[in-house]
């Protein structure tokens, strides 16, 4: 039931709220059909950039263009965008079938053919049995369903998606979060989704781009960026990591690691804590630490290693490993791949 999807491009763009610089020079472009999630902490301007996108905001700088028409003086209804909002926002005296079929009544469609397309877009999401309920009567988990269908009923070639999964508790969002994939299968629109919670920017989309103050900090597939993060703020914020700090005066050596750089600009390494091992093999750097805790997590446990200069580690094992877990007090000796320390200049 989709249109062709749309391109997405942002120019060189800033927006100030007074002495507040929510974006600057800000540039990015989206492919057609793909999946890109702007990732980043509160304040970062995320979301101020997909208001500009939505026509909610405005730019004060740069241009931003929706296939190849620059968008920026055009409102909101002539933008041809569907919208999900973290609170819903549907309207409560309206009908499940009443509220999906809104934005096809404010375009004019005859009726029915908005029966037609209201019936599939529940179909999509699997709500066609509850065309009649009150938003009122649904799950949370269900009201959001119903804000996806009606954001894609009008089969806009762009969707925009602000936070939409944060007020849901863990297992309703990973059941929308397959709702969402699922559906970016179906319908091959442009995807933009904003997003604080680095878990579900990794597992939903095709690109990440992770920002910082404004700007973009790195773009990347979501393996690459987790692998390879280009700076300091990345490598720390998407996902779980040890940072390892050379010695003043000593950039591109790391010998409480065993490690040694020929970059003499290397200001300090990431070393995911499930890329350490109790078990080192054939080619590993290895280092002996003390375990400090040890911490169950269900499926996994995590060690707190202290190195015998003070720094301190984290371990994570899953507990599928033939080793049982370490003690507190006890000295281990830890082996990693040179190539999982990935060297940072900032």
Do not use: W
């Amino acid at each position: 039931m989709s249109e062709a999807s749309a391109p997405v491009r942002f120019e060189n763009v800033t927006r100030r709220f007074g002495q507040v610089v929510a974006l600057e020079d800000f540039s990015l472009a989206v492919a057609p059909g793909e999946f890109v999630t702007l990732l980043g902490p509160s304040g970062s301007g995320k979301t101020t950039a997909l208001n500009i996108l939505a026509g909610f905001d405005h730019a004060d700088a740069g241009a931003v263009f929706i296939g190849e028409r620059a968008v920026g003086g055009l409102p909101p209804e002539k933008r041809n965008v569907g919208m999900v909002f973290q609170n819903f926002a549907l309207f409560p005296h309206m009908s499940v079938f009443d509220n999906v079929a809104f934005p096809l009544r404010m375009r004019g469609v005859d009726k029915a053919r908005r029966a037609r397309r209201v019936t599939e877009a529940l179909a999509m999401v699997r709500l066609a049995d509850y065309a009649e309920r009150r938003p009122n009567a649904l799950s949370g988990g269900q009201r959001q369903r119903v804000a996806l269908a009606r954001a894609v009923v009008a089969e806009p070639p762009v969707l925009l998606m602000d936070e939409c999964l944060s007020a849901l508790d863990l297992k309703l969002r990973e059941e929308l979060q397959q709702e969402i994939r699922r559906l970016h299968r179906v319908l091959g629109t442009t995807v933009v989704f904003v997003t604080h919670d680095q878990g579900e920017a990794l597992s939903l989309s095709d690109r990440v781009a992770v920002m910082e103050s404004g700007r973009v900090r790195q773009v990347d597939t979501p393996g690459a960026l987790y692998d390879r993060p280009a700076s300091r703020f990345v490598a720390d914020f998407v996902g779980r990591t040890n940072i390892v700090e050379a010695p003043a005066g000593a950039p591109g050596t790391f010998a409480d690691i065993d490690l040694a750089l020929d970059d003499r600009r290397v200001r300090a390494v990431s070393l995911r804590p499930e890329k350490l091992r109790r078990t080192p093999r054939d080619g590993d750097r290895r280092f002996e630490a003390r375990v400090e805790d040890v911490t169950f997590l269900g499926a996994a446990v995590e060690s707190r290693l202290v190195t015998r200069s003070g720094a301190v580690l984290r371990l994570s094992e899953t507990r599928a490993g033939t080793l049982p877990p370490p003690e507190r007090g006890q000295t281990v000796e830890i082996g990693y791949a040179p190539g999982d320390a990935v060297p940072l200049f900032d």
